[in-house]
């Protein structure tokens, strides 16, 4: 028998990437592939990209680049480009970087184990289709191997919200929930293997509404649904868009206890004007009121955050309204960008902020949400919470784990990756926090 044949794949952008990235590799796993963490040993090298900023995007680029003496040196290596990049830019790929053996957008994937074949016959393939038929009912059952405690399951994929700054709806195409029953069943077969703690992913996940036994479900229920899998112990789901935060979602977070504190959910701007522009459909005031539910049912609910400065036309009264923002919402943790001008997209029409304002508008921006963070962090120590352990840490006899509020925490302690312990968190650091089991 011939030894199997090898895949590398690095993954860029999202959360959904790295699900997708796990999906084809076992869909290629099927035909005999086995993953490597070394490019230079691969047979295959898939680059899984992201498109969402202009410098996502160019780093795919420069990658190919470095791929090139190793294509050289192994004239059999086969480079695919698959996730968002291949989507947006399909055909130009192989124009670009002849090296490119075949591109792949999100919505065929599945398509990728036959496209392989055709590359190792020397045949270049593109396949950006969003295909009638469902990939996931085209992809092998999710194998045995690989058991983490932790994972991610794509209930929802697409946009139709059309913000003006953003590729999504053009990469990822329009909404579609998959069926609550074959969610369900993932699900289960992912508890079967020891999974503990499942984030349910999709790019707008709250807008949820998978074909249900008796008509559809929606987020909250099918939150409430995976509670009851014995054995399933966390649920998160992201990313979130406020006006998607439905009644019963909410509700929720106050009830369904598995259902863990930690919420993303992305407003970009704190300026009426600016969200205007930004075709956001709501009012700063809205999403400060949303945020007062949300705290009504869950009083400790950790609030995490997407934040774009530079948008064109915002002037300093705009960004000062973003700030005014993050100090009413108190963060436990925020990710912000510079506004990156998106071909396609209605907002790259218009004359940006200048780059050393936007530069100055986000390390502003960036030192209040680490100041957000660390006083977050910091209000953990000497409290008392829940982490289910991940894998062993950096030190010998520690165990690095998450807890309810998604903090990294390190912890001496013989638990095995799967657990869930009661920690005492006994200190703060950068990135993660410290903490030993009671009693101890
Ligand atoms: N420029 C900068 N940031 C962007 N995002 C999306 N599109 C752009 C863009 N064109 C950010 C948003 C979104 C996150 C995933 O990326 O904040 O919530
Ligand atoms: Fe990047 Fe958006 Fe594609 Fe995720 S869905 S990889 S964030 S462009």
Known sequence: MSAPKKLFIKTYGCQMNVYDSERMAEAMGAEGYVTTEVAEDADMVLLNTCHIRE?????????????????????????????????????EIL??????????GPQSYHRLPAMAKAAEAGEKTVDTDFPEEDKFDHLPERPKASVRPTAFLTVQEG???FCAFCVVPYTRGSEVSRPADRIMSEARGLVGKGVREITLLGQNVNAYHGAGPNGDWTLARLVRELAKVDGLERIRYTTSHPNDMGDDLIAAHGEEPKLMPYLHLPVQSGSDRILKAMNRKHTAEEYL???????AARPDMMMSGDFIVGFPGETDADFDATMDLIRAVNYGMAYSFKYSARPGTPAAEKTPVAADIADARLQTLQALISEQQRAAQEAMVGREVSVLFEKPGRLPGQMVGKSDYLHAVHVQTDAQPGQIAKVRITKSAPNSLAGEIPGR
């Open 95 to 104: 124009k670009r970087m002849p090296l490119v053996d075949l591109v792949v």
């Open 159 to 161: 946009c139709d919200k």
């Open 289 to 295: 009121g949303l945020i007062e539910r949300i705290r």
């Open 55 to 91: 410098k996502a995007a160019e780093k795919v680029y420069s990658d190919l680049g470095r791929l090139r003496p190793l294509k050289l040196a192994k004239p059999d290596l086969k480079i695919g480009v698959a996730g968002c990049v291949a989507q947006a830019e399909g055909e």
